[in-house]
T-cell receptor, first 113, second 116 residues
Framework: KQEVTQIPAALSVPEGENLVLNCSFT??????LQWFRQDPGKGLTSLLL?????REQTSGRLNASLDKSSGRSTLYIAASQPGDSATYLC????????????FGQGTRLTINP | GAGVSQSPRYKVAKRGQDVALRCDPI?????LFWYQQALGQGPEFLTY????????KSGLPSDRFFAERPEGSVSTLKIQRTQQEDSAVYLC??????????????FGPGTRLTVL
């Protein structure tokens, strides 16, 4: 059974810092891994999707890496801004499991002005 | 429409009432998913449709939960005799193709259900 863990559960940093969020998963047989952002009381906004054959994806100040063999992904946020404050979720689409995404519990990020 | 829509956005029910939550996926998307997100947790899978066929309902927590997608587009998640533990955000997602494909899932804004 696929399990996804995110560390840390919460993170608070001053504006302008670079930071890394971590995600680990137990079964490396995946189609892809997605990083999402969730603002309080809102739905999920997809940030980056990494296919199993890829090592990383970049969008603006965000960079996500994937090491499938070790079951790890990181989300790197450069030059953080207060508007980046949100909960960040990672999710994997396992090959076993009929298309369902398995999510971590999220990292609640606060960027202090 | 441009994205996945869900209604109502908020629902308050008294314990024991039945509720129905609606999801309108992106037009033409074959796959539709329901997830349940408890407060402070990540979403958890409930059920999956490919067109009108419900291919996986392994995540439904009890037989009080029922989902349908009769014409392969709009889906309804029904919860009978609601309990306090059913309080959560219910998220709907859709994707273009289906089984065996590595695709992005697009999420709606969710319905926040509160059972008193």
């Amino acid at each position: 059974k696929q399990e996804v863990t995110q560390i840390p559960a919460a993170l608070s940093v001053p504006e302008g810092e670079n930071l890394v969020l971590n995600c680990s998963f137990t079964d490396s047989a995946i189609y892809n891994l997605q990083w999402f952002r969730q603002d309080p009381g809102k739905g999920l906004t997809s940030l980056l999707l990494i296919q199993s054959s890829q090592r990383e994806q970049t969008s603006g100040r965000l960079n996500a890496s994937l090491d499938k063999s070790s079951g790890r992904s990181t989300l790197y946020i450069a030059a953080s801004q207060p508007g980046d404050s949100a909960t960040y979720l990672c999710a994997v689409l396992s090959i076993q499991g009929a298309q369902k995404l398995v999510f971590g519990q999220g990292t609640r990020l606060t960027i202090n002005p | 429409g441009a994205g996945v829509s869900q209604s109502p956005r908020y629902k308050v029910a008294k314990r024991g009432q039945d509720v129905a939550l609606r999801c309108d996926p992106i037009s033409g998307h074959v796959s539709l998913f329901w997830y349940q997100q408890a407060l402070g947790q990540g979403p958890e899978f409930l059920t999956y449709f490919q067109n009108e066929a419900q291919l996986d309902k392994s995540g439904l927590p009890s037989d009080r939960f029922f989902a349908e997608r009769p014409e392969g587009s709009v889906s309804t998640l029904k919860i009978q005799r609601t309990q306090q533990e059913d309080s959560a955000v219910y998220l709907c997602a859709s994707s273009p193709i289906g089984l065996g494909a590595s695709e992005e899932q697009f999420f709606g804004p969710g319905t926040r259900l509160t059972v008193l």
